[in-house]
């Protein structure tokens, strides 16, 4: 009996070692990413705080339960006090204590909410509309400092790439390994630029969903009825590919309507925009036209 | 505690159970009516793990080899329903219903006949709510939370599930009402609130929770009703209504919900420390005070569940610091659960095996619902793995380890056998270790970035995930242990159980003083209370 619990003992304390080893690797999926933004990086700072508080405390409190479960026991004639039955004083520092800790973790948590919630001076404001089961992007204005001039004509759906479809199927018999980013891939990815802070308008055409990419620090629901914002402002030098999923359930397909958003220079971005608004701007002419003759 | 116990040697055999299924049908004893809740829970666990057990099968590899992305969706609902309703909370009243009597040193339950009733509704609301996966559409797959609009997709089983809903709500309160009435008019002489066992004080504070939040559920299962059969628009935004009200209304039912889970727990937890340390309970008024403070908070948290809906900052401000506050009372209970060890003669039976994994487990659950609380944070942890390692860490070590130990504790009592104390230390051990290769793989799956309810997953997953699976199978086949050890001890095997049952003369509790098993009858004399 007692060498089970030694064992038990020795493997649980093996386990918090081989975990908080592995906590904080840069390569690790065992911890949340840092992430590309202040708001990620800032959810990362305050998961790392967090943590390491609890595991302060697990070490405290778990220690002095092992360290009586160990020298109390019964089996090597440990005799109980019967007189501890209560202390004013310790039930004060107990209490105390934990709010202490607690104000300490508040604190920030506060300045970072405060933070997460000021949507004030995008440069950039995108709608993204949930459908059951794929994603809208709609490009709504741009804001250079002075003036908010409005974007027309970029707007496009973005769903579940083909490879990835085909292959979730159910007994398909196709290997999810062999798909390059499986079920986190779309065929039209969100564009945004890197360096400019995007207001993401958010809301839901049928049920409701939630948009979410890891790396950007932010979830937000996109509810029928609603307009939920969020920002996002990925750092200079970030640029590239991060992907997330829907995170609200929202019916049959809800693990298929992945979200992706490619990261450009302001350069490069301002290069795709014009691209898109003059390959929509003839077609809205011919549209014009089309109406026109009719 | 000195009492006086007359009627169990008076020579008179007090045994005369009716005979036949009328014993069970038109049951108003509390012993055979407590019967009857634990082994509809076990069921229901039964039902609910097998659905676990579809879950994890179907996330064991990356792919879906094995069930439809819909029914995958019905079993996660079913599954949290099945659990919560069926199994956690029916067992809790079963226990209630077996020891609150015992402990206050009362006859019976003070409402025998709606303790029938309460009962006897649960089956036919369990039946119609699985009837429900015969039904077009198939069982209800919109999550457990049931939000508005997605649950207003459902098929045929909608109107099912909502009654099924309402039946659980009435059993619920009836059942709540028994164990107040019970508690506040039925105590022995000289048994004051500040000296009853801490399961009915947790019990009583329950019971509160339940009567005040259930209509709550009830009322927005109603709405949800009417919206989907009758035309009304309460959550629905084209006729001017709002489907995140529907989220506020179901969480000031549900938070207080998951304290109606636990809080039983703590009252068992605080008896079988003290017995197994042979030592009186530390801090018991301190116990009480926070079983009542924990209580209240839950009743002013519950927009944490929905920090990211889009509140105002005052508010998401208001829940996160309101939340973390729970850690308060919370800690107070953890740290006198460890002073009660301190200095005691402690040995370590199937209930103190299962009592301490409680108070490890619970308390890792506890943590992660401190991280949680920090709405920056938890705007990455919401609605992922994180969320649900969390609150399995609560509800499973948490709550279902508690009801195990509370079994393991009186099942003597009940039966007048010890039972196969060995087996049940293997059933602990396998039970600990595989619910931990279970949830805490969860954690990593969260943090990495896996949403929660998904029937399939990138390839990244793929490791902690089968690891998970594995852990979910071992525990489940676990579990079936658990049933053969109270089998064997119910048919009569095993050497015969003492009054006192565990060798300590510490544990206060007036079940102690009547004999193994309990007779049909007790405390029909109340006992005196010095």
Redesign the interface.
Known sequence: ?SI??KL?AAAGLAGLAISAAAFGHPES?????VGVTP??Q???Y??ML??WV?VA??VV??G??IY??VK????QG?????S????TK??II??II??LI?IG??VP??K???I??DTRNSGLTVKATGYQWKWQYEYISQNDGKTESPISGVSFYSALEEKSNF??????G????QVE????NVDHPLIIPSGVKVRLLLTGN???H?W?V?EF?????A????V??MWIQVDEGKEGTYR?????????????MPIVVVVKTKQDFAAWLAAQQQASAPAATATAATTASL | MAHAEAHAHDGHDHNHAPAGIGRWLFATNHKDIGTMYLVFALIMFFIGGAMAMVIRLELFK????F????FF?SMTTMHALIMIFGGVMPAWTGLANWMIPLQVGAPDMALPRMNNYSFWILPFAFTLLLLSFFLPGGAP???WTL?P??VL?AGDSFGLTIFAIHMMGISSIMGAINVVVTIMNMRAPGMDLLKMPLFCWTWLITAYLLIATMPVLAGAVTMLLTDHYFGTAFFN??GG????MFQHIFWFFGHPEVYILILPAFGIVSEIIPTF??????????MVYATGSIAFLSFIVWAHHMF???MP?AG??FF??ST??I??PT??K??NW??T????????EPPMLFA?AF??LF??GG?SG??LA????D??Y???YFVVAHFHYVLVPGAVFAIMAGVYYWLPKWTGHMYDLKLATWHF?LSTISVNVLFFPMH?LG???M??????????FADWNMVASIGGFAFGLSQVMFVWIVLKSVRGGGPKASARVWDDT?SEGLEWTVPSPAPFHTFETPPVIK
Request: proline residues 7%; charged residues 15%; negative net charge.
């Open positions: 009996m089970q619990k038990a999926s065992l911890n949340l990413p708001i990620s800032q959810a990362h305050l998961h967090t943590l609890c405390i697990a409190v778990f002095a339960m009586s479960m109390f026991r019964k089996s440990a005799v109980a006090d019967t501890i039955v209560h202390s310790a039930e107990w209490t934990p709010v607690l973790l508040a948590a506060t970072g909410l405060i997460i919630e292959t979730r199927q159910l007994g398909s196709l290997d999810p390994n980013n499986y079920l986190l049928d049920v409701i939630a979410w890891p620090g932010m979830k937000r629901d509810i029928p009825g609603f939920n914002e997330g999923q829907c995170v609200e359930l929202c019916g049959r397909d809800h693990g298929f | 990356p792919g879906l080899q069930v439809d992305p819909g969706n797959a919109g999550g939000y609009p997605l997709q935004p084209a209504g709002d489907p995140v340390s042979r030592k009186p309970l530390f801090g018991y008024e301190s990211t809906v889009g900052l998401q401000l996160m610091l973390m506050l850690a308060v800690g107070v953890v740290f460890t002073t060890m301190w200095r005691g003669s402690i040995s370590y301490l108070l490890f308390t890792i943590f401190l991280m920090i709405a920056p944070a705007f990455q919401h609605d992922t051990w990593f943090l990495a970035g949403p929660r309810r998904i029937p399939d997953y990138n390839v990244q510490n």
